[in-house]
C-alpha cells in the first residue's frame, strides 16, 4: 500500500493517522503537487493528494473517498458513529473543519500567486470570515462537550479532522488558535498522541510571487 502526499496536507495527514489506527503499514510517498505534479499524475489524474495505491494495484484520490473504503474496511474501528444524532454531529463537524481547510487553502494560493498589488483583498477578508466562523463553531462544540472527544467515548474521524485542519489552518493560514481556548486545548491534546506526531510535517511556505529573494 502506498500513500502519496506530503503530511503537511491536512488532507493527506488525516488519511495517514487513519490508516496508522487501522493497523495499515503503508510506503509513504512524500511527493509535493509543486514539485512532483507530473508523478502524482501518474496516479491521479487531477495531481491532488492525497493519493492511496492498494496492495492489487486499485488508486483511491480524494480524502474523503479514501476514508470511506477504510471505514467499511473496518467497519469495528468506529470511524464514524453508525447512526443517529452522534453520526449528524460528527459530520457536522467535519463539514465545518473542511469548509475552513478547504478557504485557508484558496488564501494560501492567492497569497502565492498573485503579486500583493494583484491580490483580492475581498477575497482573502471574505475567506478569514469563514475560517474564523467554522473555528468559533467548533470551539463552541467542544465547550459543550464533558467528554474527551467530539462525539462519543472514543476518537472518530471528526476528531482526526478537526485536529489536523486545525492544525493547518494555524499554521498556514496563519491562524491565532488561542482565540478559541476550548478547541485550542483540545487540538494541543490530539497533537501530543504519538500517531498525530509521527504523521505531521511543517507547512512549508512558498515565497509569495513578487517577494524580495
Given at each position: 500500500?502506498?500513500?502519496?502526499?506530503?503530511?503537511?496536507?491536512?488532507?493527506?495527514?488525516?488519511?495517514?493517522?487513519?490508516?496508522?489506527?487501522?493497523?495499515?503499514?503503508?510506503?509513504?510517498?512524500?511527493?509535493?503537487?509543486?514539485?512532483?505534479?507530473?508523478?502524482?499524475?501518474?496516479?491521479?489524474?487531477?495531481?491532488?493528494?492525497?493519493?492511496?495505491?492498494?496492495?492489487?494495484?486499485?488508486?483511491?484520490?480524494?480524502?474523503?473517498?479514501?476514508?470511506?473504503?477504510?471505514?467499511?474496511?473496518?467497519?469495528?474501528?468506529?470511524?464514524?458513529?453508525?447512526?443517529?444524532?452522534?453520526?449528524?454531529?460528527?459530520?457536522r463537524?467535519?463539514?465545518?473543519?473542511?469548509?475552513?481547510?478547504?478557504?485557508?487553502?484558496?488564501?494560501?494560493?492567492?497569497?502565492?500567486?498573485?503579486?500583493?498589488?494583484?491580490?483580492?483583498?475581498?477575497?482573502?477578508?471574505?475567506?478569514?470570515?469563514?475560517?474564523?466562523?467554522?473555528?468559533?463553531?467548533?470551539?463552541?462544540a467542544?465547550?459543550?462537550?464533558?467528554?474527551?472527544?467530539?462525539?462519543?467515548?472514543?476518537?472518530?474521524?471528526?476528531?482526526?479532522?478537526?485536529?489536523?485542519?486545525?492544525?493547518?489552518?494555524?499554521?498556514?493560514?496563519?491562524?491565532?488558535?488561542?482565540?478559541?481556548?476550548?478547541?485550542?486545548?483540545?487540538?494541543?491534546?490530539?497533537?501530543?498522541?504519538?500517531v498525530?506526531?509521527?504523521?505531521?510535517?511543517?507547512?512549508?511556505?512558498?515565497?509569495?510571487?513578487?517577494?524580495?529573494?
Amino acid at each position: 500500500m502506498i500513500l502519496i502526499g506530503l503530511f503537511d496536507s491536512p488532507f493527506t495527514r488525516r488519511v495517514a493517522i487513519a490508516l496508522a489506527l487501522a493497523g495499515h503499514a503503508f510506503e509513504h510517498r512524500a511527493w509535493s503537487v509543486g514539485a512532483d505534479f507530473d508523478r502524482i499524475r501518474e496516479y491521479s489524474p487531477l495531481g491532488r493528494v492525497p493519493v492511496l495505491v492498494l496492495d492489487d494495484g486499485e488508486v483511491l484520490t480524494e480524502s474523503s473517498a479514501i476514508l470511506d473504503w477504510l471505514e467499511h474496511e473496518h467497519p469495528q474501528l468506529g470511524l464514524l458513529p453508525a447512526t443517529g444524532a452522534a453520526r449528524r454531529e460528527a459530520l457536522r463537524l467535519i463539514g465545518l473543519a473542511s469548509g475552513a481547510a478547504d478557504r485557508g487553502v484558496a488564501m494560501v494560493l492567492e497569497r502565492i500567486f498573485h503579486r500583493p498589488e494583484a491580490r483580492s483583498e475581498a477575497f482573502l477578508a471574505r475567506g478569514a470570515v469563514q475560517v474564523e466562523g467554522a473555528l468559533a463553531a467548533l470551539d463552541a462544540a467542544r465547550a459543550a462537550r464533558a467528554g474527551r472527544w467530539l462525539v462519543g467515548e472514543a476518537m472518530t474521524l471528526a476528531d482526526i479532522t478537526v485536529a489536523c485542519y486545525a492544525t493547518y489552518l494555524k499554521d498556514a493560514v496563519p491562524a491565532d488558535l488561542s482565540r478559541w481556548p476550548a478547541l485550542a486545548a483540545f487540538v494541543a491534546r490530539c497533537e501530543a498522541l504519538d500517531v498525530f506526531r509521527r504523521h505531521y510535517a511543517p507547512f512549508y511556505v512558498p515565497k509569495p510571487k513578487g517577494a524580495q529573494a
